[in-house]
């Protein structure tokens, strides 16, 4: 007889339907799960929030792909509240913000045990940083050759992911619940 009962499942976290055919767990395991759902990086302009649009690049000199702003767009009044809820941002700092969060929570939350626990693994910032270095909030990882940014080749994927925004995690939870504690490591 074994200690773990260890069950795989292949589902879309942010998809409700496909999570209702999962069990209930005693314990959760995100690693570096949350940084892959879709997040913007936001800013505050004349009183608004604004989505900062980036353009990915080739920089040939350092031989690694960089991300350039290329222009904002404003975020809808239902995004702007969601992030207002957790995150007064002052004029010219950025931050990383997901539509999805929320979602993804509600989701595994009510696969998890009412005695259950939820551990999540990713990098975190814990405040905005200046708009100047918005870029260092996303990351690309897993590309091969520079021209996979413009050819989508299906075996040369480039990944995008962001730093998640560790205060609306927190925010998220505790709506849900959850006694949330964050540990840095």
């Known amino acids: 007889e074994s200690f773990f009962n260890t069950e795989f499942f292949v589902a879309d976290v942010l998809n409700n339907e496909e999570m209702k055919d999962i069990g209930m767990f005693k314990l959760v395991l995100m690693n570096e799960l949350i940084d892959d759902i879709p997040h913007m990086v936001v800013t505050i302009k004349n009183k608004h929030y604004r989505e900062i649009v980036f353009k990915p690049t080739y920089d040939e000199e350092r031989a690694m792909i960089t991300f350039s702003k290329s222009g904002l767009r404003k975020l809808s009044k239902e995004d702007s509240d969601k992030l207002e809820a957790f995150c007064k941002l002052e004029e010219g700092k950025a931050i990383t913000f997901s539509p999805s969060l929320d979602d ?22 814990r405040a905005p940083v200046e708009e100047r270095r918005a870029s260092s909030l996303r990351r690309i990882y897993g590309y091969k050759m520079p021209d996979i940014l413009y050819e989508r080749k299906p075996e040369e994927k480039v990944q995008i992911t962001a730093d998640v925004n560790l205060s609306q995690l927190l925010f998220g939870l505790s709506k849900e619940g959850f006694n949330a504690v964050a540990l840095p490591h």
């Open 104 to 125: 993804l929570i509600a989701n595994v939350s009510a696969r998890l045990e009412r005695e259950g626990a939820l551990f999540i693994h990713d990098y975190f910032i």
